[in-house]
């Protein structure tokens, strides 16, 4: 009996055991992402008519072969992480766009290859995972099935990682926080959630459908019954290499104190505000100012907004469209200039700092919110009956002077966007204006960021050659005033 009544027991032990451990079993299995995702997006459906942007296609079913080469090539450099994949859930139309939507923030974090692998990640899994159903779910299109909306699921852990290695990371044009212009407000300000709030907004006209992001690191089930898994690529640290990029500099992780801040005398300066309060720059460069102020007595620009607003906005001369034309002949000028003294001749090209993306010379003035083209100053918008001027450069001006971080500014469809990357905001090209009143500015101020003369002998010879040429121009343009600041000593 005792022989029966073990038998019995150890049965039954065996079967609760076997029990618990297939229910374990079955728990954990649910709480792991299936691993046969699929696409919810693939292809351009054409493009949205208000924005003016590509607009995806809504579609399920498995990723395809990615063969066009010029495609596979920008897959391979802005999305390495998926440069093994052979299928994928973007075509060469979608890889495009994402080149281009990602060309503003690689000009702000590409000084730091570890932070702009991570923010690109979020985007370069967006668009061409081959399991984009592991963690994002298309929640609204239209009748011809273009996506309006998504809800893409993040772990804390990648948020968490992508943030901390941008956060501290400085735009070279003006050595402000990058992740203040991609998070919408002050860099104190922001968080992982709210970086990724502002990035899904489509109010900020770079993305085409709008995109909730949820910062989570459990499964998400959502109306529809569909389990989203959250997206866990790995965030690289901010002070790890890249690839065959160097690592990030200490100034740009954070890491420890780096010296970069030198403050300049306010001896001489024709106005109080300006971008020389506190001159930030890269380790070894400095700014170089020219302050052009317009002389004699000129009337203010009555400009009016468009129609059907009655208002208008007054600008000062120093705005005027034909100023503007001079101003950026002479800036072309100086960019040309080589000098020569002994056996050593240097152009600009030799001692600036060149842009992280374009490479080209950071100068930083008002033009460069019309990429330093006199046909982009001249262009305008007329309405139907070709009456009304819709929109003109002084339209332009202004959002720039509120969004200079604007890539496309319909409907002139011109950048705010310098050519070196990066972002020229209002306070680093004008004085003279009163609190965020830009328009009422009276000067322009031209800034070359270059190898510090006082420590560079090549440098030396272009500062000195530019001061002799400014004097001759000044001599033959008696209506300009231009006071030349170098580098404080």
């Known amino acids: 009996m005792a022989d029966v009544m073990y038998v019995a027991a150890r ?15 079955k728990d954990r299995r649910q709480a792991v992402p299936p691993g046969n995702g699929h696409c919810v997006m693939y292809g351009i459906c054409g493009v949205d008519p208000v924005t003016g942007m590509s607009v995806f296609c809504a579609y399920t079913g498995p990723p395809k072969p990615l063969t066009d080469p010029t495609a596979r090539s920008v897959l391979d450099e802005w999305c390495p992480d998926f440069a093994h994949h052979t299928d994928t859930c973007c075509d060469a139309l979608q890889l495009r766009w994402l080149k281009f939507m990602l060309s503003v923030p690689d000009q702000l974090l590409g000084i ?60 070279p044009s003006s050595g402000e926080r990058a992740i203040s212009v991609l998070c919408g407000r002050p860099s104190d300000k922001c968080s992982p959630k709210r970086l990724l709030d502002y990035i899904g907004n489509t109010n ?49 992780c954070g890491a420890v104190p780096c010296p970069t801040t030198t403050q300049a005398p306010v001896p001489a300066y024709p106005c109080t505000n300006g971008p020389w309060d506190v001159i930030q720059e890269v380790p070894g460069y400095a700014s170089l100012h020219l302050v052009i102020q317009r ?10 907004y468009p129609p059907p607003s009655l208002k208008s906005i007054m600008f000062q001369s120093v705005f005027e469209k034909e100023f503007l034309h001079q101003v950026l002949d002479l800036q072309t000028k100086i960019q040309t200039l080589n000098f020569t003294k002994g056996s050593t001749r240097v152009s600009l090209e030799d001692i600036c700092l060149h842009g992280q993306v374009a490479k080209h010379c950071t100068v930083r003035s008002v033009l460069q919110y019309f990429q ?22 002084l339209d332009h001006l202004l959002t720039c002077f509120r969004h200079p971080e604007t890539v496309l500014d319909p409907p002139l469809n011109i950048s705010c966007v310098p050519d ?17 009143n830009y328009q009422n500015s009276t000067a322009l101020v031209m800034t ?9 002998a090549a440098a030396a010879v272009w500062t000195e050659g530019l001061r002799s040429f400014i004097k001759t121009w000044q001599d033959a343009h008696s209506d300009v005033k231009i006071t030349f600041f170098e580098p404080p000593k």
């Open 112 to 171: 730091c290859p570890a932070c702009n692998h991570n923010f690109r990640n979020i985007f370069c899994n967006m668009v061409c995972s081959p399991k984009q159903s592991d963690f994002i779910a298309v929640t609204s299109t239209t009748s011809r099935h273009s996506v309006t909306a998504i809800k893409y699921d993040v772990s804390t852990t990648f948020a968490d990682g992508m943030f901390n290695s941008c956060k501290e990371v400085r735009m």
């Open 420 to 436: 070196y990357g990066g972002v020229v905001k209002p306070s680093q090209i004008f004085c003279g204006y009163d609190g965020s």
């Open 372 to 393: 330093n083209s006199n046909h982009n100053v001249d262009k305008k918008v007329m309405d139907p009956s070709g009456f009304f001027v819709m929109a003109d450069f």
């Open 448 to 456: 070359f960021v270059l190898k510090n003369p006082r420590v560079s």
């Open 204 to 252: 900020t006209g770079q993305i085409p459908f709008s995109t909730q992001f949820n910062v989570t690191d459990n499964p998400d089930t959502i109306p529809s019954g569909v389990t989203l898994y959250p997206m866990n690529a790995t965030a690289i640290p901010c002070s790890s290499p890249f690839g065959n990029r160097s690592k990030c500099s200490c100034r740009d």
């Open 295 to 304: 002389l004699g007595n000129h009337s203010e620009v009555k400009h009016f």
């Open 11 to 25: 049965d039954l032990f065996c079967f609760l055991l076997l029990f618990v451990t297939v229910s374990v079993c």
